[in-house]
């Protein structure tokens, strides 16, 4: 059975950093891209971040404050968002879909790729 489970979300000041993390099971990891989403209360899911294990392409609205990195030994991705702020509060999602590296225009257009499977994800929560 394959699985996508988020964790590390929670209440932060602004300000802070959190580190969220996927947890991935019942693929072959490496084959796989790892998409983070994630859904603000009244917005549409925006897309942050798709690494496969090559390569990483970010969101070019939300570059810089977002990094993630991928354990292949692990099976897990990890988001750490730096600098939060209020407006980052929302629901965050990982999602698996097959690595096709030689999509034309991946680095751009990944957002729009169909997810094959997605976790359920993990609420953040911004203070002010």
């Known amino acids: 059975e394959v699985q996508l489970v988020e964790s590390g979300g929670g209440l932060v000041q602004a300000g802070n950093s959190l580190r969220l993390s996927c947890a991935a099971s019942?693929?072959?990891?490496?084959?796989?891209?790892i998409a983070w989403f994630r859904q603000a209360p009244g917005k549409k899911r925006e897309g942050i971040s798709y690494s496969t294990k090559r390569i990483t392409y970010y969101s070019e609205s939300l570059k810089g404050r977002f990094t993630t990195s991928r354990d292949s030994a692990k099976y897990m991705v990890y988001l750490q968002i730096n600098n939060l702020k209020p407006e980052d509060t929302a629901v965050y999602y990982c999602?698996?879909?097959?690595?096709?590296?030689?999509?034309?225009?991946?680095?751009?257009?990944?957002?729009?790729?169909?997810?094959?499977?997605w976790g359920k994800g993990t609420l953040v929560t911004v203070s002010s």
């Open positions: 019942g693929f072959t990891f490496d084959e796989y891209a």
């Open positions: 999602a698996g879909v097959e690595a096709l590296d030689s999509i034309v225009g991946l680095s751009m257009l990944w957002p729009q790729r169909k997810m094959d499977y």
